[in-house]
């Protein structure tokens, strides 16, 4: 199975700190995205990054991404209330298929 | 923007019914999907489409069939609900000019079969 895995599953972060997740897969990819689902709803894409890229950067997210031991950071700095959510890792492989990771459940402190 | 939109929000069926949801997406996008999420899971891949009439099973098929008769409308069908096919059912579409690569949600059906 492609499907990636969401290292820590939980975690618990004060306002303004900076909040990780890592996340690994198994075989080759096209792609690796970061989805946020907040409670209940839909996933909403974060960013994407290709397989020949290091790292990529959107506002306050930062993604890296090492191909040598298959496996991808989501960095949020300066974490919000708002922030509180499931964070999704997903590999795209074959067309347009993904394989989601079991989730990252993080909670923002005001 | 892209807008996907899926029939209900909460649904409650009884084991044995017919079940129907419905998928619509606004952005002539090629691709759609069907996913259930289940608690310690994550997301699963039931079926999915990438054109009119096509169809090809992901990872949990069985017990699941889906219809595509116009490029908009993606519907997931459940033959004859069981209480294991409670669950949170999300629709996604991808494609498009470019072929872009992420996936556009619907809210979620959280289906609830007694």
């Known amino acids: 199975s492609q499907q990636g895995e969401e290292d820590p599953q939980a975690l618990s972060i004060q306002e303004g700190e900076n909040a990780t997740m890592n996340c690994s897969y198994k075989?080759?990819?096209?792609?690796l995205q970061w989805y946020r689902q907040n409670s209940g709803r839909g996933l909403v894409h974060l960013i994407l990054?290709?397989?020949?890229?290091r790292e990529k950067h959107s506002g306050r997210l930062r993604v890296t991404l090492d191909t040598s031991k298959k496996s991808s950071s989501l960095l949020i700095t300066a974490s919000r209330a708002a922030d509180t959510a499931s964070y999704f890792c997903?590999?795209?492989?074959?067309?347009?298929?993904?394989?989601f990771g079991k989730g990252n459940q993080v909670v923002v402190i005001p | 923007d892209v807008k996907v939109t899926q029939s209900s929000r909460y649904l409650v069926k009884r084991t044995g019914e017919k079940v129907f949801l419905e998928c619509v997406q606004d952005?002539?996008?090629?691709?759609m999907f069907w996913y259930r999420q289940d608690p310690g899971l994550g997301l699963r891949l039931i079926y999915f489409?990438?054109?009119?009439?096509?169809?090809e099973k992901g990872d949990i098929p069985e017990g699941y069939s889906v219809s595509r008769e116009k490029k908009e409308r993606f519907s997931l069908i459940l033959e004859s609900a069981s209480t294991n096919q409670t669950s949170m059912y999300l629709c996604?579409?991808?494609?498009?000019?470019?072929?872009?690569?992420?996936?556009?949600f619907g809210p979620g059906t959280r289906l609830t079969v007694t």
């Open positions: 489409s990438y054109d009119v009439k096509m169809k």
């Open positions: 997903a590999t795209e492989y074959g067309n347009n298929r993904l394989a």
């Open positions: 952005m002539d996008h090629e691709n």
């Open positions: 075989t080759s990819i096209n792609n």
């Open positions: 990054i290709r397989s020949n890229e």
């Open positions: 996604a579409s991808s494609g498009g000019q470019g072929q872009r690569h992420e996936q556009y």
